[in-house]
Structure formats: C-alpha cells, structure tokens
C-alpha cells in the first residue's frame, strides 16, 4: 500500500496536466485517456510488485500465504475495476469523456460501479478465505447463496435507477425513418426494454451461481465481460469512423465546389464507405463475442469452402469499386477536359460530338468486363459463356443487319467528321440543330421543335450549313429602272457599316463579297452578295441586313418592285401602233379636233 500510495504520489502532477489539457478532438481524447490509465496501472504495479516481493522475502506458512494472496488479488482488482471505469466514464474529467453523458450521470455511473466491485470482488475473496481456513461446507454454502442474492439485488437496483435515465435519452432522440432503415427502429424499440433483459441475465446468473456450478458461472462471467468489451470497443470503433467519415464529407463538400463534376459521385462512395465501416465493426464485434461464448467463428472460417466463400466476395466488391471508380474518374475528366477546350475556345463540333460518345462507350466496356470478372469471381465458367455470346452475336449480326449497317454508317460519319453536336443540317430534306449522335441513330430538332430522330442506314445525303462557317446570301432585287452601280455600293455600305457594329462585327469573317448583277427576272433585276459568318450566325446577321438594306432603299428611292406585267399591244409595219379605246367613267365630253381623227361611236364613249 505504502509503495502504491508513494507511485501515485510520484504521477499527481502529470495526472493534473492530462486533465487540464485542452480538448482537441475524439482522438486526441482517446490517447489522453489511454496514457491516463497507464499512469493509473503505475501504482497497481507498484502495490503488486512490492506485496509479492515482501511475501518473496518473508516466506510466511502456506495458509497465511494464500490469505494474503486473496487480499492482495481484492485489492488490485478492486482497483482494477475503479481504473476501467474512469477510463469509460472520466467523472472528474469531462474533458476526456468519451460517451456523451453529463457530470451528474458520470458521477452516478461510476458511483454504481463502485459499490458493484466493493461488493462483488470483496465479498467473492472474504468466501474464498473462508474456504481457506477450512469452513465447513454447510456454513459456506448458504453464505455463497447469500453473497449472490445480495449482488443481484444491487444489479435489480442499478437497473431500476438507471431505466428512468435511459427512457428520457431515448426520448429526447428523433424517432428512426421505420421506411429507410427497419432494423434501426426495431433496435430503436429493443433498447426501451433493455432492462427486463438485464434482470433476466442476472437472475440466470445468480441461478447457476447458487447451484454450485463454480465453472459454468465463471465462463458465463467472461464470456459476458469479453461481449461487453467487443461492444465498448466497437462502439469507439463506430463513433471514430462517423467522425471521420464526417470529416471527409466535408473535405468532399469543399472539394466540390472547386470540382463540381464531384458532386454526385462523391455522396455515393461516402456512403458505400459508411456501410462497410458499419459492416466490418459489427462482424468484429460479433466474431469476438461469440469466440468468447465458445463459437469458434475463426475456425469456421478457417475452412477451405468459407476461404474460398470469403476470398470471392472481396474480389467482387472490389471489382464493383474498381468499375464504379472508373465510371466516375472517366467521367470527370473527359467533362474537364471538354470544359477547357470550350474555356479556351478550341472545343469542336468534333470534340464536343466525340467525348460524350466515348465516354458511353468506356462505361458499357468497364459494365462489360466488370460483370464477367464477376461471374468468373462467383465460380461461373465464362469459356462457355463467351463462346456462346460470340455465336449469338454473329446470329444477331446475320439477322440484324440493318442494325449493323446503322453502326458502320455512324463510325465513318464520326470519323469524317461530317456532323457534330450543335450543327444545323438537312438531312434527306429534314432539317434541324443536331441535338444528339448516337451509336445507331441522329437526333435533329426543327424550328417548330418537333424531334426528328433519323437511323443511319437511312441517311443518302447530309446538307450541313454551319460546317466551320456560313454564309448568307444576299439577293437584292430592284426596278430595272435603277442604276445597278448605285445599288452595288449601298450593299457594300450596308456591310461595311455591319461589320463595323460591336454587336453583329465579332460574328463576321470577312467583308461582304459582292457577286454583282445576277439575272434579270420579270418585274426586277437580282444583285448578288455573300456574307461570310460564324457557324449559327448567319441567320441573325442577314436578318439585320435585310433590315438595313430595306430602310437605306426606302430613304434613297430605290424600288424593290413588287411582281408586275407590261403588256404590249404591237406594231403595225409602218410603225405606227394600233388604237386603243378607253372607256372612262364618267364619260367625258369629246374633243372635236379628237373626233375627226378617230370617230369615237356613242356606245363607246
């Protein structure tokens, strides 16, 4: 005692340091609990060290040998007891706490646990001196009775008193989702009850106790100690993994806002993680509780079948992860990658049409091989499977060929380049933007909307209008009356001053190109000009030219005629042309010097 008191003594100060020092987080917590208990287990050793030692030096009978033994053997676990308890609770040092629990219910906790071991381990070892000193058994067997009676009554009130505290935790937590997860509302309902099954385990403990069956009550009692401690353990286990797995769902809330392309794989692997973790501490805990009632799960798994059982479900998971990790890392950099060409303005049709495409196709290969990885993994032989796929596809390919044919159509035209995403082009007199290039089909939609999907094997001619530029033609039709050079250079005017304009300039190439007179036609002659534009623009920039020449034509009178006919009534061969009698409503008086020339009769005045 004297040498526990003087180790103790020796270890206040860095005791009081521990204590006082600043909380850091769960972990840091956890080291300053361990290191606080290690300095506790200093003094236990000291007392152990020194007791042995004097019995060593003083070599006292064999029966005052063993008595000192038990008190010895009382002692230490006594202080044994009282060291894991401040371990698991901390009642003077909320700091190092690792359960959420309050100064009051810490307190109370390791009140119970110490009249607990003061009653169990004293009372276990003052049985054992009877024993010693040769009690008779008449005596002793009702006092082992009554030692367990009195043990049982205090558990029955430990438990009692602390249902009133486990019933208001659990109602101030939320109620489980009974839809996302059952079996965490069935647990949920379980640990209302928890105390009917305690009492229950403590009286078929205090039962095998009376009966005498010293061995079966002392592997109950550690199988019951290892289950508790597997529990404890995994508890820490499962609380360090949700602190981390929070952490680096905030690492990933950060990393997605830079990298926003992460945002929906990354909730998916957290989660996955989330669950293995759960998986991998709740097998653990299991394994070892039932390795301590005398299930041998290790040797089970020991077996060539479970290995075998075992090794198949790793591969597979890790196949799954492998493929999923592929799928998104592909996907990430093929979108950043079109990002920073479209950033840099070096994104093609081309490009734009080529990486989503092959994008599709790497996630269908990865999906491919991952399922015959894991078919092989799940004891399939696949040499068969495969054979019997290739026949099918070639059946497949015989019968489809127009399916085929679709495919080949679309490899070249991708690889000519003849479309790409976001062209306008016609294609067997159907035009339209393209809004998507598939293995098999082209998807087109029109001016009114309409979706018009057009398979391959069907494409004869492909018209596309925005193929690294376009170009707008302009006709300016005008009277035959006006001059033509005139009409030239207010078209050069107009494109000049279009070109010039911030608005519509950045999407012309070049100057306007006037083509000049083009044709005559009934009522107007046709001046031709060309407008050399950016791919899309060109609609929008002859709208705005076809206004401008309109208003600059309006102001400087030149006529855009409207469809007319001249008719011509000959010529007689002395060259003079024939009459032609006009009837005027009103009639009008004749003029007589009129009349003698071409007497008009009254019926036609």
Avoid at 120 to 126: H, I
Avoid at 317 to 345: F, P
Avoid at 596 to 605: G, I, Q, Y
Wanted: hydrophobic letters at 50%; charged letters at 15%.
């Amino acid at each position: 005692a004297l040498a526990a008191l003087f180790a103790w003594w020796l270890l206040r100060r860095p005791h009081a340091l521990l204590a006082q020092a600043k909380d850091r987080g769960p972990f840091y917590r956890l080291w300053r609990l361990m290191l606080h208990g290690l300095l506790d287990l200093i003094p236990l050793g000291a007392l152990l060290t020194a007791a042995f030692a004097g019995l060593a030096v003083v070599g006292p009978p064999p029966v005052a040998r063993m008595l000192t033994l038990a008190i010895i053997w009382a002692l230490a676990l006594r202080r044994l007891v009282l060291i894991l308890s401040e371990f698991l609770l901390a009642p003077t040092a909320p700091g190092m706490r690792l359960f959420p629990l309050s100064d009051l219910q810490a307190q109370a906790l390791d009140s119970w646990v110490c009249r607990l071991a003061v009653l169990g381990v004293y009372g276990y070892f003052f049985l054992q001196c009877l024993a010693i000193l040769g009690t008779p058994a008449a005596l002793l067997q009702p006092l082992r009775s009554l030692y367990g009676l009195v043990l049982l009554l205090t558990g029955i009130a430990f438990v009692l008193t602390e249902r009133s505290q486990v019933r208001a935790y659990l109602a101030r937590r939320p109620a489980p989702d009974t839809k996302g997860s059952p079996w965490r509302a069935v647990l949920f309902s379980l640990l209302s009850i928890w105390w009917v099954v305690a009492i229950v385990y403590m009286a078929g403990l205090y039962l095998v106790w009376a009966s005498g069956a010293q061995g079966d009550f002392g592997f109950i009692l550690r199988a019951t100690g290892l289950t508790a401690l597997a529990v404890a353990v995994g508890v820490l286990l499962a609380t360090g993994a949700h602190r981390l797995l929070a952490r680096l769902a905030e690492l990933g809330t950060a990393l997605s806002a830079r990298y926003p392309e992460l945002q929906a794989p990354l909730p998916r692997y957290l989660a996955g993680a989330r669950g293995v973790a759960q998986a991998v501490i709740i097998i653990l805990v299991v394994t070892v509780a039932l390795h301590g009632w005398g299930i041998k799960v290790l040797a089970m798994l020991s077996s060539p079948t479970a290995q075998s059982v075992l090794s198949a479900t790793i591969s597979i998971l890790a196949v799954l992860l492998c493929a999923a990790a592929a799928i998104d890392i592909t996907t990430v950099l093929t979108q950043r990658y079109l990002e920073a060409r479209e950033r840099a303005g070096n994104a093609t049709g081309k490009l734009r049409t080529l990486v989503p495409l092959a994008r599709k196709v790497i996630k269908a290969v990865v999906v491919v091989l991952a399922g015959i990885t894991i078919l092989s993994q799940a004891g399939v032989d696949i040499a068969p499977l495969l054979a019997g796929v290739g026949v099918l596809g070639l059946a497949i390919g015989f019968g489809a060929q127009t399916l085929v044919k679709d495919i080949i159509t679309g490899v070249f035209l991708l690889l000519e380049d003849t479309i790409a995403v976001g062209d306008v082009v016609q294609v067997n007199g159907t035009g339209g933007l393209v809004e998507a290039i598939n293995l098999r089909t082209l998807r087109l939609r029109d001016l009114s909307g309409n979706v018009h999907t057009i398979p391959y094997s069907s494409v004869e001619t492909v018209t596309n209008m925005t193929k690294e530029y376009s170009r707008w033609l302009v006709e300016a039709s005008v009277a035959y009356r006006e001059d033509v050079d005139q009409v030239i250079a207010i078209l050069q005017e107009i494109g000049d001053e279009l070109q010039r304009d911030p608005a519509f300039g950045k999407d012309i190439l070049k100057p306007i190109e006037i083509l000049g007179l083009d044709r005559f036609e009934d009522s107007a002659v046709v001046v031709r000009a060309l407008l050399t534009t950016k791919p899309l623009e060109q609609w929008r920039i002859g709208r705005e030219f076809n206004r401008r020449m309109k208003k600059v034509f309006d102001q400087r009178g030149i006529e855009i005629p409207f469809p007319h006919r001249t008719i011509y009534w000959g010529q007689a061969k002395e060259g003079s042309a024939p009459p032609l009698w006009v009837r005027q409503h009103p009639p009008v008086t004749p003029d007589p010097s009129q009349e003698e020339k071409h007497p008009v009769s009254p019926e036609d005045s």
